[in-house]
């Protein structure tokens, strides 16, 4: 099938060369614009999409908005628009500039978790259960419906990184399976109160020790690999990149017991691995043992 296929990050990888080995002929690939790495003066950085498209052979464009290259979309007289984690605003005029319209690949059961994070949200809300789902894109945010969808457990101790990892390789399977039959099929209408996955920010991943312990855990799962949950410790923020439950160690709240336990309100998370600002991660055991004197959260009130 010929085909057009916007993506951006990682995640996007595994799919693009799943249907260049499908035999399914990649027409173009739409990508974000290179990108500076840091602030001013950084070296520009393709995306991995970009840099995958150029090593098969495949024709990439990288336009700052997608409505720019409506006209280019439609001389191709693709079959069908493939989508997995682009990061732009599709307009309608774009998604009827194939023969079939656009599907979407996106990491979660519609309509639950319908825009930006899924993934992160499902952990954080404590979700038992996730998946993908194969979508026909409309203008709506992700209110198209259905061609195929594929359900996954969430484990008790997965971070973001590795259920996505997951995601990516149930769905790159149900993608390659289902997208001949697209053209042919009507989606069923997704079914359900919708649930929104926000976009993330780096404020709401900070450990409030007032919150229920079992809540920071999933914080810090559904943070890791990014943005990363973390306390600020004597002035210098402290990521924390694996935690789990346990009873507390010490009296008062926000202090860091030798043995590497955050002190919350209701229970003790033990830091399993950080990360100290400017430096490699360890363990928490490891970055404890180097604070000599009484560690404590700033910002906490300490009464019990």
């Given at each position: 099938?010929?085909?057009?296929?916007?993506?951006?990050?990682?995640?996007?990888?595994?799919?693009?060369?799943?249907?260049?080995?499908?035999?399914?002929?990649?027409?173009?690939?739409?990508?974000?614009?290179?990108?500076?790495?840091?602030?001013?003066?950084?070296?520009?950085?393709?995306?991995?999409?970009?840099?995958?498209?150029?090593?098969?052979?495949?024709?990439?464009?990288?336009?700052?908005?997608?409505?720019?290259?409506i006209d280019e979309v439609a001389a191709l007289e693709a079959q069908l628009g493939v989508v997995v984690a682009f990061g732009q605003i599709l307009?309608?005029?774009?998604?009827?500039?194939?023969?079939?319209?656009?599907?979407?690949?996106?990491?979660?059961?519609?309509?639950?978790?319908?825009?930006?994070?899924?993934?992160?949200?499902?952990?954080?809300?404590?979700?038992?259960?996730?998946?993908?789902?194969?979508?026909?894109?409309?203008?709506?945010?992700?209110?198209?419906?259905?061609?195929?969808?594929?359900?996954?457990?969430?484990?008790?101790?997965?971070?973001?990184?590795?259920?996505?990892?997951?995601?990516?390789?149930?769905?790159?399977?149900?993608?390659?399976?289902?997208?001949?039959?697209?053209?042919?099929?009507?989606?069923?209408?997704?079914?359900?109160?919708?649930?929104?996955?926000?976009?993330?920010?780096?404020?709401?991943?900070?450990?409030?020790?007032?919150?229920?312990?079992?809540?920071?855990?999933?914080?810090?799962?559904?943070?890791?690999?990014?943005?990363?949950?973390?306390?600020?410790?004597?002035?210098?923020?402290?990521?924390?990149?694996?935690?789990?439950?346990?009873?507390?160690?010490?009296?008062?709240?926000?202090a860091v017991s030798k043995r590497a336990v955050l002190n919350c309100r209701d229970g003790g998370l033990l830091l399993d691995e950080v990360q100290?600002?400017?430096?490699?991660?360890?363990?928490?055991?490891?970055?404890?043992?180097?604070?000599?004197?009484?560690?404590?959260?700033?910002?906490?009130?300490?009464?019990?």
């Amino acid at each position: 099938m010929r085909i057009v296929y916007f993506g951006s990050p990682a995640d996007a990888v595994t799919p693009l060369r799943a249907l260049v080995a499908n035999g399914d002929d990649v027409a173009l690939v739409v990508t974000q614009p290179d990108r500076r790495r840091g602030r001013r003066g950084g070296e520009l950085l393709a995306t991995p999409v970009k840099l995958c498209a150029q090593e098969l052979g495949l024709r990439v464009v990288t336009p700052q908005k997608s409505i720019e290259i409506i006209d280019e979309v439609a001389a191709l007289e693709a079959q069908l628009g493939v989508v997995v984690a682009f990061g732009q605003i599709l307009p309608p005029e774009l998604l009827a500039a194939t023969r079939s319209g656009f599907v979407n690949l996106h990491f979660s059961l519609l309509p639950r978790w319908r825009g930006a994070a899924p993934v992160e949200r499902a952990i954080i809300a404590g979700d038992h259960e996730t998946g993908v789902a194969v979508m026909a894109m409309e203008a709506g945010l992700d209110t198209g419906g259905i061609f195929a969808e594929a359900r996954l457990e969430i484990g008790d101790n997965v971070t973001a990184g590795e259920l996505r990892s997951q995601l990516v390789d149930i769905g790159t399977s149900l993608l390659v399976e289902s997208i001949d039959a697209v053209p042919k099929m009507h989606p069923r209408p997704q079914v359900g109160d919708p649930v929104y996955a926000h976009k993330l920010s780096v404020e709401e991943f900070r450990l409030d020790t007032d919150r229920p312990v079992g809540d920071l855990a999933r914080v810090v799962r559904a943070g890791n690999p990014k943005p990363g949950a973390w306390v600020v410790v004597d002035g210098q923020r402290l990521k924390v990149l694996g935690a789990h439950v346990v009873d507390r160690d010490l009296p008062g709240i926000g202090a860091v017991s030798k043995r590497a336990v955050l002190n919350c309100r209701d229970g003790g998370l033990l830091l399993d691995e950080v990360q100290p600002n400017g430096k490699r991660p360890m363990s928490g055991m490891a970055w404890r043992s180097g604070k000599r004197n009484e560690v404590n959260v700033d910002g906490v009130n300490r009464d019990v």
